[in-house]
């Protein structure tokens, strides 16, 4: 069979996608602006062991498989197989078809799959795992985020709202959630490059701490307190959440970590910040959540280049855990389409900067994250992924939230 007959098939026959074979066989509609070239028989070979969207973005990240056009574009295309991937039993006949490719070409899994060593949610490996993702580049990073250095959703006031305002307004969102005062003590954990953490010395006269598990994240974020002159008043430590301070804070910020928790972890996790709350103390947790159950396993392309260990929950499992570690569940809202604009933004950066960033992470790795922030993109807007923030309140022993009859 043809090569460009055999990707047809993989990528859905009726999506208006080009395939060129490095056999120079063809298939799909010619007027197609976007189009699949397979460059190599490696390509085949890798989707006879991982027929679906582990095998086309091994091919992807090796160069086996160029797009011609835009990628968020081919993904829309694809939509079926990058939310869904194919079923089974078509997996199955694929891989039957291809396995005489495979013994000839026999690839290894490229160098960036990653699988962290040790016993699962361990600080050990919870610190591999975190490392992997973020101590790539501060300046890769830098090209990506923008000024803001914020690696989570957004918030876009309007339509026209660049990406350094709506995440100025995310981070404000949150301040206001948590009513933060002068002289409250804030407690921010993953707190990345620090921004909740200098957005609320800066604006609210908070004096706030921020745990992150990425050491290149903290010496960044530190570095970045000094220049504006907020030491004394800010500060980001390398540290695992579990070893932060148990004094009582009055407010918690929790900016994208639970997606890295773990399910079985969650109750230990959220009572851990209940007690590092004072009595009337606010949480508020931001994360990525699966639309609904039951429990979907994790895209195996994001585990095992993007987000190794990573689990996301239903936002109902989270307001559960946080219920039964003994907040009050405030408010809740869903953030999915700003996440999309998010991504789309840091998109553009990286092709706004694309030469850069592969001469500073290489190649294969800028292809990871440019598949990845595309793919996640259509995630969001296609809702197969959400974004809630759950607000929560410890109780004083009177059963008093401090919370206004309305409004914040």
Known sequence: MQVATIISR?????????????????????????????????????????????????????????????????????????????????????????????LWHRPTPPELEYRPPGRLHSKRRDSKAISHHYDVSNRFYEWVLGPSMAYTCAVYPSDTATLEEAQAAKFEL???????????????????????????????????????????????????????????????????????????????????????IGNAQLPAYFSSLRDR????????????????????????????YVFPDGQLECVGRIVTAMNDAGFEIRHEENLREHYARTLAHWSANLEEHWEQAVAEVGIGRARVWRLYMAACQLGFERDNIQLHQVLGVRLTDRGESGFPLRGW
């Open 10 to 102: 993989v990528v859905g026959p009726e999506a208006p996608v080009r395939v060129i074979g490095y056999d120079g066989s063809k298939a799909g509609p010619d007027s197609s602006e976007i189009a699949i070239r397979i460059t190599s028989p490696r390509a085949l070979a890798r989707l006879a062991t991982a027929p679906g969207t582990l095998g086309l973005a091994r091919a992807y990240v090796e160069g086996e498989i160029e797009v011609e056009g835009d990628l968020y574009q081919l993904l829309d295309a694809m939509a079926d197989i990058t939310l869904n991937d194919i079923p089974r039993a078509e997996q199955l006949r694929l891989a039957r078809r291809l396995l005489p490719m495979w």
């Open 174 to 260: 949150v301040a206001q959630k948590l009513a933060l005062e002068p002289g409250m003590r804030l407690l921010d954990v993953g707190c990345g490059w620090g921004g909740m953490v200098m957005h609320a010395a800066a604006e609210h006269g908070v004096k706030a701490l921020g745990v992150t598990l990425s050491r290149n994240q903290a010496d960044w974020a530190q570095a970045e307190i000094v220049r504006r002159g907020l030491q004394g008043v800010a500060e980001v430590r390398h540290l695992d959440y579990r070893d932060a301070p148990e004094s009582e804070f009055d407010a918690i910020s929790s900016i994208g970590l639970t997606e890295h």
């Open 277 to 304: 709350l004072r009595p009337g103390g606010r949480l508020l947790n931001h994360c990525i959540t699966q639309p609904r159950t039951p429990y979907k396993a994790t895209d195996p392309f994001i585990d095992r």
